[in-house]
């Protein structure tokens, strides 16, 4: 098919071929960085925790009298929950994982005060059954043991009293120890304070979901007695509708001089705190949405106008034989043309926004296939939109050739 | 003229309604996106108070670990000691207004209320001056005075919503609340006050819920066992036997509003003199970094606008110049379709101006009601971001002045839009539409 009549129509109605391709051009720009960033946020919200995200339910209880939440009182809260039917393990701690609010700690193997291969990591504290309340997996060593739990009165106590051992996430053995034997090794928050690993557990996410060092995670056998606690509990398969309506009103029996509440499965806890990640993730698609269709909109536009001004011509040539379909061609060449040439434009644009994105935001590099689908797509698009016109165009009668006006 | 222009320019609109739907639409939703980012982005990045932003400072001191500082290159916290916090409400010029606080959350009911639950209750415990720095407006009484302050007076000021929640809106001045043991006199109930960001403390989000309630720093100070904190606690060196508040973590806040230059040099000196002081006894090992930044430098530092914003912004406009691009496109096919008319109008008299203005006039009525489509559409986007995001309720709505300028960038848009296919329409020969063809 001979291109050089379409160019050379083209060439004497540029403006609005133009107009079009600078739109192309503009979508396909921001449709990648946008759709680029909507992966990432999807593939961070999809990240595994390590925990039983969909069977762990997690409680915060409040006492009205800070007193009353003692050691004594805090076993009768977890002899409570773990006598509901249903109820695999429950255990005690401060704050619930992936909340967004929570304990740094850190650690290093020597615990200079300027060390710097010191590591920031999220603290918990738990007790003997915290592992098989989150539904972890321990991949190497061995959780606590009930003796080896010990009563804080406060949080700077896990400073003063000694407490020797903890378990680490793989992220944090790997960092510390890469030559894979972080196991017994001793590690220090403090420079007197040295804690054994007795554990690896393989993942377990911190509190704060868009921090870096979200995979640096430690567990300590410590309670944390006279202030406000979280109680997880994790639900057989199948029970966790029981468990749920059961958490409130069993501690509420126990002691109703507090408030209890947010109870929520681990899984509803990650998606408040994802909360963010989620919104930007569809505000960015609802705009590529509506940047595609106007788009698509102008081409449908810019056709159906080229149509109307050259009935004559069209008439004209079917008058000298061509057939429909080629005149049907015809267009959706023209189309293709502009949408081309404005593709080319994009992915300079593309490559520059991502360049500028880059700088500003420190977001990731566009990995560059998203540049040649989003092509592919506009093309589709455009070309679907540019069909309507062409057909019509098809449908001119050769007579109005010999017509004057 | 002008009254001529717009009649021929209704008329014209009204008689292809259908390409006149599309340019309006086309306009709206450009103006609709770029609108809903613009008043999400002009709230957040807005100054929360400004006819005084820039004579409350916030106050840095470098406390921190000798062997790195709290945040690179040589950056202090953004929080202070409780103990220095104390000393400088103490010891601060007589005549600088100055205010001390940390966020708490304690547990409240109404006592003798047949229906009343206890309730969790998120404020400031802070010094008195901070009500009359941040003009913060009450409905009934007032707040408490500096003699309150060194007596640790029980009182308390409740929030708007809270005291339709607790008292169900009434004048509750004179009122107790139970906090525990103790009973907390209400003194005072604010207006609506609604700084956003939430300038003072952006510790635990500056768009989240506004404080509940205020009670005087000494008064937290007797309690803070029993009360809870509500905020951001950070520790280079683990406290000591005697406890957090008598450590090196930094966990209140500190302002002082000072109406010059003069007396900002006057406070740094001040604080200069009060570090050293404390360096000989053992504090500050640092090397003196004392900061005083006012509200807008102090949002700057905290970074609230969050990046997520931005790029939505600049997509915006991005949306708005497609939108603006599909226009051009729809007013030259418009145009260049009635060639005949503008031919007829230029034989007859009508100079290339007055057919550039018509045109141009056309374009802006274009733009004025777009901008009213976009309103509606923006309207709605807010409903969606307030619905996306949570924390967003104080951000997500439109204000006068937002309206305005949505009105002013349609119509801008419009016309830049409309200046090609106008200038084109009257470059025209008329000779040329006259002939029949």
Request: proline share 5%.
């Amino acid at each position: 098919m001979d291109i050089r009549p379409i160019l050379s129509a083209l060439a004497r109605s540029r403006t609005g071929a133009v107009l079009v391709a600078l739109q192309i051009a503009i979508t396909l720009a921001v449709v990648c960085n946008a759709a680029f960033i909507v992966q990432q946020r999807l593939a961070k919200m999809d990240r595994p925790s390590g925990y039983d995200d969909g069977n762990v339910v997690t409680v915060q209880v409040i006492p009205l009298e800070q007193a009353a939440n003692d050691r004594s009182a805090i076993a009768a809260d977890l002899r409570a929950l773990r006598a509901i039917s249903g109820v695999e393990a429950a255990s005690v701690t401060q704050q619930e994982p992936l909340s967004n609010s929570g304990i740094n700690w850190g650690i290093s193997k020597t615990g200079a005060p300027n060390d710097p291969d010191s590591i920031n990591l999220s603290a918990y504290l738990f007790d003997e059954q915290g592992l098989d309340a989150l539904g972890m997996k321990l991949i190497a060593g061995r959780w606590f043991r009930p003796e080896e739990v010990q009563i804080l009165d406060d949080l700077d106590d896990l400073v003063r009293v000694h407490v020797p051992s903890l378990v680490v996430t793989q992220a944090v053995a790997d960092i510390l120890f890469p030559e894979g034997d972080a196991l017994g090794q001793t590690v220090y928050d403090f420079p007197d304070n040295g804690m054994q690993i007795i554990g690896i557990v393989e993942r377990a996410q911190g509190y704060f979901v868009s921090r870096p060092n979200i995979e640096n995670s430690m567990f300590r056998p410590a309670v944390i007695q006279n202030t406000r606690q979280a109680y997880v509990i994790r639900s057989k398969p199948g029970d966790l509708d029981a468990v749920l309506h059961e958490v409130e009103p069993a501690l509420l029996a126990v002691n109703p001089r507090r408030l209890v509440r947010h109870v929520r499965t681990l899984a509803e806890v990650r998606e408040e705190s994802y909360g963010n990640d989620r919104a930007m993730a569809i505000t960015l698609l609802a705009v590529m949405g509506l940047l595609i269709a106007v788009t698509v909109l102008g081409v449908f536009g810019l056709m159906a106008f080229n149509v109307s001004r050259r009935r004559k011509q069209i008439g004209t040539r079917r008058a000298l034989g061509a057939q429909r379909s080629d005149i049907v061609r015809y267009f959706l060449v023209e189309s293709w043309l502009i949408t081309t040439a404005g593709a080319v434009a994009g992915a300079v644009l593309a490559v520059a926004l991502s360049v500028w994105l880059v700088n500003t935001f420190e977001l990731p590099k566009l990995d560059w296939h998203y540049i040649p689908a989003g092509i592919v797509v506009l093309w589709v698009v455009a070309q679907l939109a540019a069909y309507g016109p062409a057909r019509r165009a098809s449908a001119i009668e050769p007579a109005i050739a010999t017509r004057s006006v | 003229m002008f009254a001529y222009h717009l009649n021929m320019a209704l008329r014209s609109l009204v008689r292809t309604p259908g390409l006149s739907i599309l340019m309006v639409l086309a306009i709206g939703l450009g103006i609709g996106v770029c609108m809903t980012m613009l008043s999400v982005y002009a709230l957040m990045a807005g100054d929360p108070i400004p006819h005084k932003s820039d004579r409350l400072y916030a106050v840095q001191l470098d406390s921190w670990d000798p062997n790195q500082p709290f945040l690179e290159p040589n950056e202090p916290p953004y929080q202070l000691t409780w103990r220095d916090a104390l000393e400088l409400a103490e010891r601060s010029p007589a005549g600088v207004p100055r205010a001390a606080m940390i966020g708490m959350a304690m547990i409240a009911e109404v006592p003798d209320a047949s229906n009343a639950r206890p309730e969790i209750v998120t404020g400031h415990a802070t010094t008195s001056d901070l009500f009359g720095m941040f003009d913060v407006p009450f409905q009934f009484g007032g707040a408490w005075d500096r003699l309150t302050d060194k007596e640790a007076g029980q009182v308390v000021v409740l929030s708007r919503e809270l005291n339709d929640q607790l008292f169900g809106g009434e004048d509750s001045v004179g009122r107790n609340i139970k906090v525990g043991d103790i009973y907390l006199r209400v003194i005072g109930v604010m207006d609506d006050w609604q700084p956003t960001p939430r300038f003072y403390d952006v510790n635990v989000g500056a768009f989240d819920r506004l404080d509940e309630a205020f009670v005087p720093l000494s008064l937290f100070d007797r309690h803070r066992d029993e009360w809870g904190l509500n905020g951001n606690v950070s520790c280079w060196d683990p406290p000591t036997e005697a406890g957090l508040f008598a450590s090196e973590c930094v966990l209140t806040q500190f302002w002082v509003e000072l109406p010059d230059a003069a007396a900002v040099r006057d406070y740094h000196a001040f604080l200069d003199a009060y570090v050293k002081q404390q360096k000989e006894l053992g504090r500050f090992q640092r090397p003196l970094n004392n900061r005083l930044s006012n509200v807008n430098e102090w949002l700057d530092i905290n970074e609230v606008v969050e990046d997520d914003n931005t790029v939505l912004l600049g997509l915006s406009f991005m949306f708005l110049a497609v939108c603006l691009l599909n226009t051009v496109g729809l007013l030259l096919a418009k145009f260049l379709g009635r060639a005949g008319d503008i031919g007829v109008r230029r034989a007859l008299g009508a100079s290339r101006v007055a057919v550039f203005q018509q045109h141009l006039t056309e374009v802006g009525v274009l733009g004025a009601i777009g901008g009213l489509v976009g309103l509606a559409l923006a309207w709605a986007g807010l409903a969606g971001v307030h619905a996306l995001y949570d924390d967003y309720e104080r951000v997500a709505h439109l204000n006068l002045e937002l309206v305005a300028i949505a009105i002013g960038l349609a119509v801008f848009a419009g016309i830049a839009a409309g200046l090609y296919p106008a200038w084109r329409i009257c470059r025209i020969a008329p000779a040329t539409y006259l002939k029949t063809q």
